[in-house]
Structure formats: C-alpha cells, structure tokens
C-alpha cells in the first residue's frame, strides 16, 4: 500500500539503505583521509611502529577518540576564546594542547609505536590548524 508521497515499504527501505551508505562513503573518506593523512606524516617523521597492523590501531584509536574530544574541545574554546580578541589563536591553542595529550596518551599506552614528543606536538598543532581552517570555511558557507 503506498501512502500520500508515493513511496512503499520497499521505496523507504532503499531510502534508508542508501542514506546509511551514504553516511559510510562520508565516514569512510574522512577516516582515510586521517589515516593516510598519518601515515604520510610519520614517514616523513621517522616514526617507529612494529608493523602496519599497530600504525592502523593507533590511527582508529586516535580516530574515534578523537571525535569524542572535538566536542569537549570545541566547548572549552567557545568560552574560552570568548574572552580574548584574538580568538582563533586561543582555539588553536587549545585544540593543539587536547590533541597532544590525546596522541601522547595514545604513544604511552600502545607498546608498539614511539613517537618523540616533539613530533607529537608538531602533528596535534597540524591537526588543530587544518581543524581551525575547516571551522572557518564551514562558517562562511553556512552565512
């Protein structure tokens, strides 16, 4: 029996099996943007990790957890930066400090890689920079 907008229960399904495609290809492309995005940044690093299987756990860890960590960072620096002129700054600033403790926590705790601090700095300020400047491109199309 189709209802008033033409659609069956077979015509909504495939709208749904296709929307949650869609989600995937989405989640899909920004993971492997992140992961050979990582991967090309170790390299040129010289980062140690044992083999491929440890790399690709460390960068799905680092992905998921850092979803979680976006939104708590993303509040912190709303009121925070609220309060200083140069907000961008202090949002990059902030963002770059809780992506370091998230991949410094990640090197301690995964038996096999070895990150140097320094090059653990150098890539939470890249991930907080290109974060800032997607922020900003999604703002002005959004105005």
Known sequence: MKNKNGLGPIGKSLAMLLFALFILVVLAII???YYFGMIGFFEIFNVRYESIETLTWFIVIYFVISIFTELFS???SIVVASRFKNKNTVMIGINTIIAWVVLFTLDEIMPGITIIVMTEVILALIIAV???LLDEKVNKIKV
């Open 74 to 76: 993303k509040g912190i």
């Open 130 to 132: 290109a974060d800032s």
């Open 31 to 33: 993971f492997g943007a």
